[in-house]
């Protein structure tokens, strides 16, 4: 890429699948002139000992996310539906794991 620097490119956000591991997790950020080249950089940094089986690499710009400060107000409506969660129901005790 002429005429421009790593200062110019995009910031992505790097998520693993591990290989005991059912969901891509969040392990960190780089920067990269396109996509391809993020990919790359991000299998050398982030799985230089094999540890990942899947690699997701997403422009910073395009992730869009609730704030800190929006907690409260923006999880709020869940709590009103009280059918989603279990407590009308009893659990027999010879059932394991809930």
Known sequence: MTGTTKGDWPL???FVRGKRGLNHVHVGSLHAA???MA?????????????????????????AASTR????PFFA???DKVY???????????????
Not at 48 to 55: A, D, K, L, Q
């Open 12 to 14: 992505y956000e790097v």
């Open 34 to 36: 396109d996509d391809a």
């Open 39 to 63: 990919l790359t950089h991000a299998r050398d940094l982030y799985t230089r000992r094999n540890e990942g089986v899947s690699i997701w690499v997403v422009r910073s710009e395009h992730i």
């Open 69 to 72: 400060d929006e907690k409260d």
């Open 77 to 79: 409506p869940s709590a």
């Open 84 to 98: 989603r969660h279990p407590t009308f129901y009893d659990i027999p005790d010879d059932v394991p794991h809930i």
